[in-house]
C-alpha cells in the first residue's frame, strides 16, 4: 500500500510538474485528489491493515494528497501568471507605429463655390436667406412682375402640381416674401440660394433642376452705381482682383433698367478665346434696379424706397472657375469627378 502511495505520489506530481494550462491541471486534479481517485481507492483498503498501520497509512495518505495539492496549487499560480503575461504581451500597442490616416472626404464642387459666394456677400452685411422651393402661382411669377400671359408661365418651361402651385423657377419668391414680411418698412440686404427647377432637355449646358443665388438690396437712396460698385467688389475678389466688369444692357420683367454683367476674360487677357468665345469678355450674371411695380406689389413705396437685384447661376460659376465641361457631372455623383476638388479645400 505504501507502494502504491509512493507511485501516485511520484506519478501524479510528474503529470502535475508537465501540465501546460490550467484546464489540464484542473483534469489531473480531479483524476487523483478526486472521490473517485486512486487515492481515496487506497484508503478505501485500509479495512484490511492491522490497527498500527492503519493510522501510518492514513499518515501517509494525508502527506502525499497535500504534497499533491501543494503542487498543484503552486503549477497554477505559475500558469496563471503566465497566462496574464501573454495577454499584456498580445496586447502591447508600439506607439511608435505611424497612426492610420483619417479618410477625409471633400465638399461638393458647387456647395463650394456656394458658400465662397455667400461669404462674400456676409462680408459685405448681407444675410442669407432660404424659402420653399414648392411655391405659389402668385410669388413665384405674379409678385415679380410676370403677369398671366407672359411667356414664362407657359406649362411647357415650369413644373406645375397645380394651377396654381409649381415648383420655383427662380429663387426670386424668397426675396418677394421677405419683402412682404418687411410691410413696406425699412431695409432688406439679402442673398437667396437654393434649388430651383424648370423644363428642359438635359445637355452640357442645360438642367431641369439647377442651383440659383439672387441679391436684393432695398432701402432710400439705393442706386445703380450701388450695383455696379457691389458688382466689381464681387467679381474681383471671386475671380482675381486683376478682373475688369462691364455692364450691358438687357431685359428681365423684374428690374428696369436690367443689365448682363461680364468678366474680363483671364484666359486670353481680353484679346479673345474659346472660352470668351473670341470677345474677351465672360458673362457671369443678369441684375437691375427693382421694377417700381415689384416694390410696390410687395408693400413698398417706390417713391421712397428703390433698390437693385442680380441672379447667378452657380454651376455656370464653378465650370468657369474650375474648368468643367459638362453641367452633368454635378448631378451624377461620380466619386472620379468630386474627388478632384478634394485639392481645392
Ligand atoms: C439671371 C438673372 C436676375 C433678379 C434676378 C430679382 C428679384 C427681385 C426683384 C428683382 Cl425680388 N429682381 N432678381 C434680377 C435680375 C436678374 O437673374 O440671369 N439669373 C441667372
Not at 503552486?74 to 500558469?79: G, M, P, T, V
Not at 505611424?98 to 456677400?121: S, W, Y
Not at 427647377?197 to 437712396?221: C, K, P, W
Amino acid at each position: 500500500m505504501e507502494e502504491r502511495l509512493k507511485e501516485l505520489k511520484a506519478e501524479a506530481l510528474d503529470k502535475v510538474d508537465q501540465a501546460v494550462n490550467l484546464k489540464e491541471l484542473n483534469e489531473i486534479r480531479v483524476a487523483y485528489l478526486g472521490k473517485k481517485g486512486p487515492i481515496t481507492e487506497v484508503l478505501r483498503g485500509m479495512g484490511k491493515l492491522s490497527a498500527e498501520e492503519r493510522p501510518k497509512m492514513g499518515a501517509l495518505a494525508n502527506e502525499v494528497r497535500e504534497i499533491i495539492s501543494k503542487r498543484i496549487e503552486a503549477k497554477q499560480s505559475e500558469l496563471e501568471e503566465a497566462a496574464v503575461l501573454e495577454k499584456i504581451a498580445a496586447e502591447t500597442i508600439d506607439v511608435t507605429l505611424p497612426g492610420r490616416p483619417v479618410k477625409a472626404g471633400n465638399h461638393h464642387p458647387l456647395t463650394k463655390v456656394i458658400e465662397e459666394i455667400e461669404d462674400l456677400f456676409i462680408g459685405m452685411g448681407y444675410e442669407i436667406v432660404e424659402g420653399p422651393e414648392v411655391e405659389t402661382d402668385y410669388f413665384n411669377f405674379e409678385a415679380l412682375n410676370l403677369p398671366k400671359s407672359h411667356p414664362a408661365r407657359d406649362m411647357q418651361d415650369s413644373f406645375y402640381i397645380t394651377d396654381e402651385i409649381l415648383l420655383r423657377t427662380q429663387t426670386s419668391p424668397v426675396q418677394a416674401r421677405t419683402m412682404q414680411k418687411h410691410q413696406g418698412k425699412g431695409p432688406i440686404k439679402i442673398i437667396c440660394p437654393g434649388k430651383v427647377y424648370r423644363r428642359d432637355n438635359d445637355d452640357a449646358t442645360h438642367s431641369h433642376q439647377f442651383m440659383q443665388i439672387e441679391g436684393l438690396v432695398v432701402g432710400e437712396n439705393i442706386r445703380m452705381s450701388d450695383l455696379k460698385g457691389t458688382l466689381d467688389t464681387f467679381a474681383k475678389k471671386l475671380f482675381g482682383e486683376d478682373r475688369e466688369i462691364r455692364l450691358r444692357p438687357s431685359f428681365f420683367p423684374f428690374t428696369e433698367p436690367s443689365v448682363e454683367m461680364d468678366i474680363s476674360c483671364k484666359i486670353c487677357g481680353g484679346t479673345g478665346c474659346s472660352i470668351c468665345k473670341g470677345t474677351g469678355w465672360i458673362e457671369i450674371l443678369g441684375a437691375g434696379m427693382v421694377h417700381p411695380n415689384v416694390l410696390e406689389m410687395s408693400g413698398y413705396d417706390s417713391k421712397k424706397y428703390t433698390g437693385f437685384a442680380f441672379g447667378m447661376g452657380p454651376e455656370r460659376i464653378a465650370m468657369l472657375k474650375y474648368g468643367i465641361d459638362d453641367i452633368r457631372h454635378f448631378y451624377t455623383d461620380d466619386v472620379r469627378f468630386l474627388k478632384q476638388f478634394s485639392k481645392h479645400e
